[in-house]
């Protein structure tokens, strides 16, 4: 009896070990001591070394514009690195991506490693970059040039160290990322290769996204016959149908925690009429809805059209909504306690980034990925601000730093 009792509490605590190990999920690949070694170290010295020619190509990069859909150049550039580095296989796309490939052996991952090429810039074919300090600007030159430059070079650092990946990595140069994400979802659309990890090079330096926001709201347009300030008693005006619906809208109830149900809202335009003495003939709103869950998005979707559809019920109006029900949230269960994330997260800290922010709020190419099934996080590229003008600014100093991000994840995963 005592045997089978002693029996019991070593199978107890069996499982109850086992049970532990599961609720802390994976473990980081990286350790603090392999930033000490003659690799890593060489790796750091090399981009140290070509410090000047780094800013130098970042600049020149930048000058070469690229509005979403016109990235050709760019792309013809991205190609010939690719090649220069010693890639195995290099080539460009059906649909205009740059594409680099770096054999691993049989049994590694295949993982992706992605800069997008194109800037939300278009009509804008002459760029000059200005340097002040530590700080260079230009439209794109952080969103998201810097992080072509980091691309290029790790891969650079990695060769002059003489690295020998385990994986096989496929580096991208990708086209229209500002207009829904484009390039990378044709490309995953059409290989048959299945990919293990993706790593999407984009945001701010500390920003980590394990998840992809759905997208919702769109364009509410409200019609009426019209007529002169002195004849519109009892006529339907559309632009009391806007003011009224985006009041409602307003109220809307969105959570925001837990974190994985985060939602909002945003009445980001109006419009409507042609002269201050007549009854608009037709007037117009927009809302951006973005939610990490699904269910979340679909709720604020339904309470969004029944609102619009009610208020053109009561002011006599026709209605016309075009909604974005296509771009949806999704999460993979287990993401954020994954090794992937563990590992960026646990070299952010080493290298002391300041702001890390962790959340499944993802609004990059790695949500291509994600939707795939395929365990994505984006990395910073570099510290900056006014992303999206023509005064942008990117900081030089933490372009090296997100550089060596890319270099200890690469040798973390191997």
Not at 75 to 83: H, I, N, P, S
Not at 162 to 168: A, D, L
Not at 357 to 380: C, H, M
């Amino acid at each position: 009896m005592k045997k089978m009792t002693c029996l019991f509490c070593l199978i107890f605590l069996s499982l109850l070990a086992f049970s532990s190990a599961c609720l802390k999920g994976e473990e980081s690949l990286f350790r603090p001591e392999m930033v000490n070694s003659s690799f890593v170290q060489k790796m750091f010295s090399f981009i140290e070394k070509n410090r000047n020619k780094i800013i130098e190509e970042w600049i020149l990069l930048t000058e070469i514009p690229a509005p979403s859909g016109y990235e050709k150049k760019r792309a013809l550039y991205m190609k010939k690195q690719f090649e220069t580095c010693g890639l195995d296989e290099v080539f460009i796309d059906s649909s205009g991506n740059a594409v680099g490939i770096w054999k691993g052996s049989p049994q590694g991952k295949k993982i992706i490693m992605s800069a997008h090429m194109d800037t939300v810039f278009q009509g804008v074919w002459e760029i000059k970059v200005k340097r002040e300090g530590n700080v260079l600007k230009a439209p794109g030159i952080g969103d998201d040039t810097a992080s072509l430059i980091n691309l290029l070079w790790s891969i650079r650092a990695l060769k002059h160290a003489g690295f020998k990946p385990v994986n096989t990595y496929y580096f991208m140069g990708t086209v229209g990322e500002e207009t829904g994400f484009v390039g990378m979802q044709a490309f995953l659309d059409s290989t048959k290769e299945k990919f293990d990890v993706l790593v999407a090079l984009d945001g701010d330096l500390g920003s980590v996204r394990y998840g992809a926001l759905g997208f919702g709201g769109g364009k509410i347009t409200y019609r009426g016959p019209g007529a002169h300030t002195m004849l519109s008693r009892g006529v339907p005006n559309p632009n009391l149908a806007v003011a009224k619906a985006v009041e409602r809208i307003g109220e809307i109830k969105l959570p925001s925690s837990p974190i994985e149900k985060w939602t909002i809202l945003n009445i980001g335009m109006i419009g409507g009429g042609r002269v201050r003495n007549a009854v608009s003939q037709e007037s117009y709103f927009t809302v951006d809805l973005r939610s990490a869950d699904q269910d979340e998005l679909e709720k604020a979707q339904r309470e969004l059209r029944r609102i619009c559809q009610e208020v053109a019920e009561e002011e006599g109006v026709e209605i016309e909504m075009v909604l974005n029900d296509g771009s949806k949230a999704h999460q993979i269960p287990g993401a954020r306690d994954s090794f992937l994330v563990k590992t960026v997260v646990d070299i952010l800290h080493y290298l002391k980034i300041r702001d890390i922010e962790v959340n499944p709020l993802g609004s990059t190419e790695a949500n291509v990925g994600i939707e795939k099934g395929i365990l994505s996080v984006n990395l910073g590229r570099t510290y900056g601000q006014y992303k999206h003008t023509l005064n942008e600014e990117a900081e030089i100093d933490g372009l090296f730093l997100a550089m060596k991000q890319i270099l200890l994840l690469v040798y973390s995963l191997k």
